[in-house]
């Protein structure tokens, strides 16, 4: 009997699943999650097919043997996911991956109308689709609609997403932008997302305003919510915080979530606090080196993370150094260019 097997819902899998993945131990340990997610999305669990469909995708987990790039089966799994529970968040990752092919703006029109909302992602997912699906209209419809979704007298049901549309909208006006409106659906969008996270938990694009411009801890009320309830990039951006707090003890756990979840910032920022005097405790310099890996091959410039971790562990590494700068100097990361370096100075 395998391990997956030992899932007796879809929750569990997933569960199992994501303790695999933020292990840092080896690379196998993303293998071994693979079963996990897909059982989980067999039984009906759509944040598993979610986090199965992305590392499918991700090439972080191809090479070695690991996850092969399997852009049809996610495809595939989004798809059906979304035809048999209507939940927001798949059917409109579905419809953007299909979008430009015959029968694409279904899926996004279901994410739109989907009732499958319980968690914030979905909500999220919701009013995200609903805006998105108003490019389907003509020109003087379309802001017609966001208006309407955007200025509604109850603020609960406000669409922040369609207030951003808006607000870009006034602010690109050919040469004679609309000031005051762009200055007044800037601010109903954050007003509508900060009701979005004190009524429904729904964090996400509140603490994705309040990070723009400020990294610091008046961010925390919208940030920790959404990285507790979504656990996607905003743990990077409540793991950033924590770190520019002197809190690094503190940041590993949400900086392990964002890798875990396929962020690279997230990734190698858990394993630089890995090999400080912040690590937590059971996190070695092996851990710090399997996340910065990961980090690198998820983004060409967190290759430094790798030299970074290589130049604080004893040894001559010198080869690997250069080799991970090499690659981060091509991935854009002009200090990584200079002679020497062992990652950000």
């Not at 499918?56 to 989004?78: C, D, K, M, N």
């Not at 499958?116 to 609903?130: F, Y």
């Not at 509508?192 to 729904?202: D, F, G, K, L």
Request: contains cysteine; charged residues 25%; negative net charge.
């Amino acid at each position: 009997m395998s391990n997956a097997s030992l899932c007796s819902s879809g929750g569990g899998c997933l569960g199992s699943a994501i303790d695999l993945l933020s292990r840092f131990e080896s690379e196998e340990d993303a293998t071994k999650a693979r079963p996990y997610l897909e059982l989980g999305c067999r039984l009906g669990d759509d944040a598993a097919c979610l986090l199965y469909a992305t590392l499918l995708q991700s090439r972080v987990y191809s090479p070695g043997g690991h996850f092969a790039l399997e852009w049809g089966t996610a495809l595939s799994i989004l798809a059906e996911a979304c035809d048999l529970r209507g939940g927001s968040e798949t059917c409109r990752w579905a419809a953007w991956e299909l979008q430009g092919r015959t029968g694409w703006e279904k899926y996004l029109e279901r994410a739109c109308q989907s009732t499958e909302t319980s968690s914030s992602g979905g909500r999220e997912a919701k009013w995200m689709a609903c805006m998105e699906s108003t490019h389907l209209l003509p020109p003087t419809d379309r802001f017609a609609a966001l208006e309407t979704m955007c200025d509604t007298d109850d603020i609960a049901a406000a669409n922040p997403y369609a207030c951003g549309q808006l607000e870009l909208r006034y602010a690109s006006l050919g040469t004679t932008p609309d000031t005051r409106k762009r200055k007044y659906y800037a601010e109903r969008e954050r007003e509508v997302a900060a009701e979005m996270c004190r009524a429904h938990r729904a964090c996400y694009r509140a603490s994705v305003l309040a990070l723009e411009g400020d990294v610091s801890n008046t961010s925390l009320v919208f940030v920790e919510p959404a990285c507790k309830e979504r656990v996607d990039s905003a743990c990077g951006g409540y793991g950033a915080i924590l770190q520019k707090d002197g809190r690094g003890k503190e940041a590993a756990p949400a900086l392990r979530a964002d890798c875990a979840y396929g962020g690279p910032k997230g990734c190698a920022a858990f394993a630089r606090v890995a090999v400080s005097k912040d690590a937590p405790d059971g996190v070695s310099a092996a851990h710090a080196l399997v996340a910065a890996h990961r980090a690198c091959l998820l983004e060409d410039l967190q290759c430094s993370a790798v030299a970074e971790v290589l130049a604080a562990i004893p040894g001559d590494h010198a080869e690997e150094i250069d080799e991970a700068n090499a690659r981060a100097c091509e991935g854009g990361y002009e200090p990584a260019c200079r002679p020497g370096s062992s990652g950000p100075q």
